[in-house]
């Protein structure tokens, strides 16, 4: 058997498992979604799915925990171009950085709050729930309630929830997990953050 022969073979085959896939997938509904792992692109990842559903002309809600004191591409570029898409900030920067333990908690408490109005909101096709899980891991806030939101939302919306780490109860609640590896970064080498890039 020739080259292109052993080819058109081999693509007819996975073709046909595709198409197989495709017609077993016949469940209409949100999906949730959880993009972990130590390495960098858990935010762009899910800023890429805001593209695509602005593409289709959806409804989108934006809770950033965590970030908020350093001003962000993404931030820069939602207020400044896309003025439908809601977005709120946590605002009290990392939590290394203010030490304040007390603090951190009635922040994210605070902005747990809008980020459950979203979710028991069904004019919301898409929620990001961008560096959710280190409010788990920290144990900021109820790690039941928190699944229970996501899981109980309306059955249309999306949700994307980004983070290292969050937990299995969180893994297991979720539809789709995808784990970001590093292989290789460019902060170890010392280079410093790059606009445009990193932020």
Not at 131 to 155: C, H, K, N, Q, W
Not at 179 to 187: G, R, T
């Amino acid at each position: 058997m020739d080259r292109t022969t052993k080819h058109n073979k081999a693509m007819a085959k996975q073709k046909a498992a595709v198409d197989d896939g495709i017609a077993k997938a016949d469940v209409e509904r949100g999906v949730s979604v959880l993009l972990t792992g130590d390495g960098k692109g858990k935010t762009s990842s899910a800023f890429g799915m805001v593209m695509r559903a602005l593409g289709y002309g959806q409804s989108v809600g934006i809770v950033q925990f965590i970030k908020g004191v350093q001003s962000s591409g993404e931030e820069v570029f939602v207020k400044e171009q896309l003025p439908g898409v809601t977005l709120y900030q946590m605002g009290t920067g990392f939590t290394w950085d203010t030490q304040d333990r007390e603090g951190d908690i009635a922040a994210a408490q605070r902005t747990w709050e809008q980020a459950l109005a979203m979710l028991q909101d069904a004019g919301y096709d898409l929620v990001v729930l961008d560096e959710l899980t280190y409010m788990l891991a920290f144990d900021y806030l109820p790690e039941s309630e928190v699944i229970a939101a996501l899981t109980g939302r309306p059955e249309s919306q999306s949700v994307v929830v980004t983070g290292r780490g969050g937990g299995q109860a969180l893994r297991e609640a979720m539809d789709t997990v995808s784990e970001v590896k590093e292989v290789k970064h460019a902060y170890r080498a010392g280079v410093r953050a790059r606009q445009g890039v990193d932020y």
